[in-house]
């Protein structure tokens, strides 16, 4: 079975760091693209970030580029978010995503994790 458990949220004043963290199971890690999607207070979720499987390529939404950076480890099954320069309006719950393929019902489905909650406050 898939499993992303997300960990590193914390409570941070603004212009601060965090660094989020997220560790998979139950599925070959290393071929799939992962993505950092967050919800913000009354809002929808959102997507923050992509890296492909190989770490080569990393998409990153406007408000976050040249401040965020996504990697992954392969040999751990983990994929990491740096935040830095952290702002008020990135506040939310932060969740790992990743859309696999289940043989078993031969389709694709989308996999979330639980969410880590970051919250950019003075």
């Known amino acids: 079975q898939v499993q992303l458990v997300e960990s590193g949220g914390g409570l941070v004043q603004p212009g601060g760091s965090l660094r989020l963290s997220c560790t998979a199971s139950g599925f070959t890690f290393s071929t799939y693209t992962i993505s950092w999607y967050r919800q913000p207070p009354g809002k929808e979720r959102e997507w923050v970030a992509s890296?492909?499987?190989?770490?080569?390529?990393?998409n990153f939404e406007d408000s976050v580029e040249g401040r965020f950076t996504i990697s992954r480890d392969n040999a751990k099954n983990s994929v990491y978010l740096q935040m830095n320069g952290l702002k008020p309006e990135d506040t939310g719950v932060y969740y790992c995503y990743v859309r696999g393929y289940n043989y078993s019902y031969s389709g694709y489905r989308d996999y979330w994790g639980q969410g880590t909650q970051v919250t950019v406050s003075s």
């Open positions: 890296i492909s499987p190989a770490g080569r390529t990393t």
